[in-house]
């Protein structure tokens, strides 16, 4: 019986001891990420620990976002994406912030060591402000179609 609704399969439901001062910002963080309730909080917080640890791991599928920001007159490096056999790029998306400033994201999948590798290689140009945040997991993103 699936009692949340949640992606994950069957709600399990147990106790979680903590301090009241963890719990006061436990509280504090469910309202500012307008979550439901403790539980929605605790679910996310779970899931990006998750996404964290996995893209550490050579062998697991990732997404990723790669966020960039440069000066239009800036080249951006041509970072070939061949040496890196599970990378894919979902989506391209450039456009100016203002009159000098571009930002291009990227959305990409694939292992966590070659997307991380490769976006470095794009963040390492002079400026170039770049960031990588990883989404999911295969096994996260799988959970979202069952």
Same mark, same amino acid.
């Given at each position: ?11 399990i ?6 301090d +009241?001062?963890l719990?006061e910002l436990?509280?504090? !963080? ?9 539980s929605?909080? $605790?679910?996310a917080l779970?899931? +990006?620990? =998750? %996404?964290?640890?996995e893209?550490?791991?050579n062998?697991r599928?990732? &997404?990723? $976002?790669v966020?960039i920001?440069?000066n ?8 070939? &994406? ?6 894919? %790029? +979902?989506?391209? !998306?450039?456009?100016?912030v203002d ?5 291009? %994201? !990227? ?5 966590g060591?070659? %997307?991380r ?11 170039? =402000?770049?960031? !990588?945040?990883?989404?999911a ?8 179609? +069952?």
């Amino acid at each position: 019986m699936n009692i949340g609704g949640g992606f994950m399969g069957e709600t399990i439901r147990f106790g979680v001891s903590m301090d +009241k001062d963890l719990v006061e910002l436990l509280d504090k !963080l469910t309202k500012e990420s307008n979550h439901d309730n403790r539980s929605e909080t $605790i679910r996310a917080l779970v899931r +990006k620990e =998750i %996404i964290e640890k996995e893209s550490e791991n050579n062998n697991r599928e990732v &997404i990723g $976002i790669v966020t960039i920001l440069y000066n239009n007159k800036t080249s951006l490096p041509r970072v070939s &994406i061949s040496p890196f056999p599970s990378l894919n %790029i +979902k989506a391209n !998306l450039q456009f100016h912030v203002d009159k000098e400033i571009c930002s291009k %994201i !990227l959305v990409v999948m694939g292992k966590g060591d070659e %997307i991380r590798t490769w976006a470095q290689k794009l963040f390492s140009s002079p400026h170039i =402000i770049g960031n !990588l945040t990883f989404v999911a997991t295969d096994e996260l993103y799988g959970e979202l179609i +069952k």
